[in-house]
């Protein structure tokens, strides 16, 4: 089956192949829309039958997916091979990877900036990359709690200037599977799959051992995982509290290791109605009731 | 959406052979895009919107979901919660099982047929789905119309069945109650089959016929306007003639002189009334028939009836008892308005105090185009009123009192077909539903005879487990959705989603 897309109302396009669900919407004049849509939708047309020729290198060890040659793949390795210090496999980055490949092959033409072009999103599933142009700013709601994810509870405003193009969460309540146990851990960075493999690494890290946490072998959940065996959370119940601050502190601390490094920028994790904001996410954020880790 | 099932067309094509193919140990091959997952069964490919149903590929998610989707992304895009949603899109829309046709477990001292738990917003959420036999219930009928349909405790008929009767009016509308335990179980067998397909036709929003005894012929359709002796009604008044005098007061002084507003409860006069001598009107000596309650508002100026303002008027000069030559004047200008602005008459006065015909000026038909345009449309609304107080609960509980007492403190939401029910105060669980929200047809019978309907108590799974439900019998929504045969319905949008209500910490 072919990929597909469909315009949304207002200037938003859907795009969709198996798995891959992108919502992208250009800023800019209108001949610069139609132009970065038109790029786009060349580009991805292929971008999964890219990753399957490579699927079952990208599903295994980041150590052992060294030959991958496809460019979504290779923004994958990149993104992930860093962090080899613990079991982490490039699909860890294939959300954020795949959104900033698409960022690039839209918001570019020959390594140049669209003219006319003021900005830029592709949202894959809740992991988004983004692009600005000089001078332009891009406005991400924040929802805190996801128990009552009816209210904004903030708002980041990435500007030109600030190193951020990539925002990611992760979480064991998302499609994705989780080892750790955080409701969600949002992660800013300089690209998609830099955000996608930190929020992954920071979320596996949130976990504690308590009889209210059930976890189940991935492969018993889900063919094909590249988490094998690995135990992934499947429920969460009530926790006391001083396990709740001891699994968020060691996100905290992952969270607080990767800025060091330069690997992200800021982060917020929350569990159990507890929050932590790691980085200058918390400058960011005045709205944010949250207590500053 | 209700219930949502796999593209009919994806299935046919996995059964002719495409697009999935058996492969080893029960699992299945699907080729729907590039990734050529091997599914086992009961679990779904790497997209969550194929999985495998008993050996065959079915898709899981109805086509419109990217859509929706969608519309919760943007530049303002809530992160957080962003995997989340995704995670319902692959999985399905948000999907709601509701108790049309899930069946019954009567006499109920089993669990229900469905006990689903699903999340939303986070929350593991747990809805139990029943069909629940109803010996006690019935219909409310609001009627909108001023007209007079027959007294207060007139029986009702249909079919020559006593099978309810009229109650109390109320704003604007006459209302009856139909159906109920006394006609359905307490008369002959006909009575009882009679009302039994006479509750049937209400709930699933057919239009019925019913005979007022010493009133009117009714054709009454939930949501429909009612038809009376023949004729539909097209609006509610606007108010009663008094308020009708209250609203456009402003707009008729320095244009006419005196209005009559005739209306079967209360006929306005405008001279007389607060609002005319509020704005130092002259009085205009015209007297209507009936008993005077106040200044110029007048009960009973007429017999009840189809003419106007739901009185049996057809001449409006017959509303007027006597005209006072003392302070009535030649030239005056009276205008008679109904309280729905459909029946309306313009006179001057001749030399004699006589009312003479006369052409209304555009600036008075203008206010009384607009009477016409503040009266809504009017319309037959049915309730469907049913207590639940009973076994059904041990379907939910094995300590029934324990969903009663939840329930009333708002801890559970209590829906039928997804409709939202207004739970009475007091004992049982008595819920009073606007059939036009539930889905077509979710109305059924047993021989008893006794209404089945649906109903489904929606609640936090930790507060399911607190009033001792049946947890050994939950479901996933995915279960439910892989296993159980449905129908898939769209989602009433004007329905709050059951979820929604249910409190928070």
């Known amino acids: ?293 | 959406m209700s219930t949502t099932r796999g593209d009919p067309e994806a299935v046919a094509a996995v059964e002719s052979g495409a697009p999935g193919g058996r492969v080893e140990s029960g699992k299945i091959a699907c080729n729907a895009c590039p990734v050529l997952c091997r599914i086992s069964e009961g679990r779904t490919g790497a997209c969550d919107r194929y999985a495998n149903v008993e050996g065959t590929l079915t898709r899981v998610d109805p086509l419109v979901l990217a859509a929706e989707v969608a519309r919760e992304a943007g530049p303002l895009v809530p992160f957080a919660a962003g995997k989340e949603w995704d995670g319902n899109i692959v999985a399905g829309a948000p999907v709601f099982v509701t108790g049309v046709g899930a069946g019954t477990t009567y006499p109920d001292y089993k669990p229900a047929p469905f006990i689903v738990s699903q999340r939303h917003g986070g929350v593991e959420t747990v809805t139990v789905v029943t069909e629940g036999i109803f010996s006690y219930c019935s219909f409310k009928i609001k009627i909108d119309t001023d007209r007079y349909i027959g007294p207060e405790c007139a029986p009702v008929r249909s079919d020559g069945e006593v099978v309810g009767h009229v109650t109390t009016m109320e704003y604007g509308s006459q209302m009856l109650s139909l159906g109920g335990v006394h006609h359905l179980t307490g008369g002959s067998k006909k009575e009882g089959r009679v009302t039994c397909d006479l509750m049937m036709n209400l709930g699933n929003k057919k239009a019925v016929e019913l005979a007022v005894e010493g009133g009117a012929a009714l054709t009454i359709q939930a949501g429909k306007p009612p038809i009376i002796d023949g004729a539909p009604e097209q609006r509610m008044r606007v108010g009663c003639g008094s308020a009708t005098i209250g609203i456009f007061a402003q707009q008729w002084f320095g244009k006419v002189d005196e209005v009559i507003v005739v209306d079967d409860h209360i006929t306005g006069v405008l001279t007389e009334h607060q609002a005319g001598r509020f704005l130092g009107m002259r009085p205009g000596g015209i007297n209507v028939t009936g008993r005077r309650s106040t200044p110029g508002r007048y009960f009973q100026v007429a017999n009840p009836g189809s003419g106007w303002g739901g009185t049996d008027i057809k001449d409006p000069l017959k509303a007027i008892l006597s005209i006072d030559p003392e302070t009535a004047w030649p030239g005056e200008r009276l205008l008679m308005v109904s309280t729905t602005g459909e029946d309306y008459a313009y006179f001057v006065l001749d030399r004699g105090l006589k009312p003479v015909p006369a052409e209304m000026p555009e600036d008075v038909r203008r206010v009384v185009e607009r009477i016409g345009e503040n009266c809504e449309p009017a319309l037959a609304t049915v309730l469907f009123m049913g207590g639940a107080g009973g076994s059904l609960r041990a379907g939910v509980t094995e300590n029934p009192i324990a969903l009663t007492r939840s329930i009333k403190r708002m801890l559970v939401n209590v829906t039928c077909g997804g409709a939202p029910a207004y739970v009475w105060p007091g004992g049982g669980i008595m819920v009073l539903v606007d059939v036009a929200r539930m889905p077509d047809n979710s109305f059924g019978y047993v021989p008893t005879p006794a209404i089945v309907a649906p109903i489904e108590f929606t609640m936090r799974l930790a507060d399911y487990g607190a009033l001792g439900g049946h947890l050994d019998r939950v479901r996933p929504i995915e279960d439910v959705i892989a296993h159980a045969r449905y129908r898939a319905i769209g989602w009433n949008p004007e329905n709050p989603w059951p979820e929604k209500l249910s409190r928070g910490d």
Not at chain 1, 130 to 149: D, K, S, T
Not at chain 1, 236 to 253: H, K, T
Not at chain 1, 269 to 276: I, P, Q
Request: charged share 25%; glycine share 10%.
């Open chain 1, 1 to 293: 089956m072919a990929a597909t897309r469909a315009r949304l109302e207002d200037k938003r396009w859907h795009f969709q192949h198996g798995p891959i669900d992108l919502v992208i919407e250009p800023f800019g004049t209108e001949a610069a829309r139609a132009r970065v849509i038109a790029r786009g939708w060349r580009r991805f047309q292929t971008v999964l039958d890219e990753l399957v020729a490579e699927l079952a290198f990208l599903r295994a060890p980041v150590q052992e997916a060294e030959g991958v040659t496809g460019p979504v793949a290779r923004r994958m390795l990149a993104a992930c091979r860093p962090h080899g210090r613990v079991f982490i496999t490039p699909m860890a980055a294939v959300a954020g990877s795949v959104a900033d490949e698409m960022v690039a092959a839209m918001a570019l033409e020959d390594g140049a900036p669209e003219d006319g072009l003021a900005r830029l999103y592709v949202n894959n599933g809740g992991d988004i990359a983004f692009w600005l142009a000089p001078g332009e700013r891009m406005r991400i709601g924040l929802i805190a709690n996801p128990e009552h994810a009816s209210a904004l509870d903030g708002a980041v405003e990435i500007g030109h200037h600030m190193p951020v193009r990539g925002v990611a969460t992760s979480g064991w309540r998302g499609r994705s599977f989780s080892l750790g146990i955080a409701d969600s851990v949002t992660v800013l960075a300089a690209s998609g799959a830099s955000a996608d493999a930190a929020a992954t690494l920071i979320a596996n890290e949130v976990d504690c051992d308590h009889p209210a946490v059930v976890k189940r072998p991935a492969n018993e959940i889900k063919d094909d995982t590249d988490l094998g065996a690995l135990p992934v959370t499947v429920a969460v119940g009530p926790l006391p509290r001083a396990l709740v601050d001891r699994a968020l502190a060691r996100g905290v601390a992952r969270a607080e290791a990767l800025r060091r490094e330069g690997f992200i920028w800021g982060a917020v994790l929350s569990l159990a109605g507890d929050y932590r904001i790691v980085g200058d996410a918390g400058s960011a954020i005045p709205a944010l009731p949250m207590r500053v880790a």
